[in-house]
């Protein structure tokens, strides 16, 4: 092992035991770490220079990578050696005088309420399969949960009765989200019918697989595709698709915007201010049809 490969996994270390982040966030930074060690070749961080770091950054836009994906990668190679500078294992950092691009901010595609209930009049409700969807819809659409945050729900960290969910999100970070009637419901109608299986489906998870077992990103994916495709909507939808919809329809219907972030757990508002993008649609539209000028304008078109 080089010693660049031996500083990397002090870091990944770093970031799991010091800093508290999840799996995943640690695998993403470990594999923009080691795209850009491998095309640099370099074996000893002490080495790599800002010209090895500009040929990696034109690498990245000449493959056609997206800005927010260069930004990203930017970010994990200034925290890694940054980290490699604050330990003494590097004097200066070659990624320092380094800036990200301009990512232009855009609103996250989103169902309609509409769409919504096409997906959940979809399902069938009296087999198990169909109230464990009825209840992953409900619970990613009421309360607004990463697909991550989902599968690693545990029946201990719902509280039906209080009417609130204990989320665990990134960066192992808890917060409390609220869960809707309808979410309750389907979870207990799921619950009940798991209990009634002979034999008895075991698991702490909120929700499991056909084998009762926990869920994998892939296998939540395809039933969230599988419902999608029977409610005949053919606009692109990820399990994450439902979480914008949840941000969007909440603010759509006047929530404050700090509530909103508390309830998707972002650390920073700017990052739930995406989601304002439609009230400022629907604003100028009011404009265009209430305002006086507006009005006496289309009259003479």
Not at 177 to 206: H, M, T
Request: aromatic fraction near 8%.
């Amino acid at each position: 092992m080089n010693q660049s490969e031996l500083l990397l996994s002090d870091y990944l270390q770093h970031l799991k035991l010091e800093q508290g982040l999840s799996p995943n966030s640690i695998s993403s930074y470990e594999r923009d770490v080691r795209e850009f060690l491998k095309q640099s070749g370099a074996e000893n961080p002490a080495r790599v220079t800002p010209a090895m770091v500009t040929a990696f950054i034109g690498s990245l836009g000449k493959a056609g990578r997206k800005p927010a994906t260069i930004t990203r990668k930017i970010s994990s190679l200034k925290q890694f050696y940054k980290y490699l500078q604050e330990t003494g294992a590097i004097k200066e950092s070659p990624v320092a005088a380094f800036s990200a691009p301009r990512i232009v901010r855009y609103h996250p595609h989103y169902l309609s309420v509409a769409e919504i209930e096409r997906i959940i009049d979809g399902i069938e409700p009296e087999s198990l399969a169909g109230k464990r969807d009825r209840a992953i819809i409900e619970l990613l659409y009421g309360s607004g949960l990463r697909i991550s945050e989902l599968i690693d729900l545990k029946i201990g960290d719902i509280e039906l009765e209080a009417g609130f969910i204990r989320v665990t999100g990134k960066g192992n970070k808890q917060r409390l989200v609220p869960i809707g009637e309808f979410a309750r419901k389907a979870v207990e109608d799921y619950w009940l019918a798991r209990d009634q299986q002979k034999p008895p489906i075991v698991s702490n998870c909120v929700v499991v697989n056909k084998i009762g077992k926990k869920f994998s990103r892939v296998g939540l994916w395809k039933v969230i595709r599988k419902l999608v495709m029977k409610a005949g909507i053919t606009k692109k939808v990820t399990p994450h698709t439902f979480r914008h919809s949840f941000a969007t329809h909440m603010l759509e219907g006047g929530a404050d915007l700090r509530i909103v972030q508390e309830m998707l757990g972002h650390a920073d508002i700017s990052t739930t201010q995406i989601y304002t993008t439609i009230d400022q649609d629907y604003i100028i539209a009011e404009h265009k049809k209430y305002h006086p000028r507006e009005l006496a304008g289309s009259k003479k078109r």
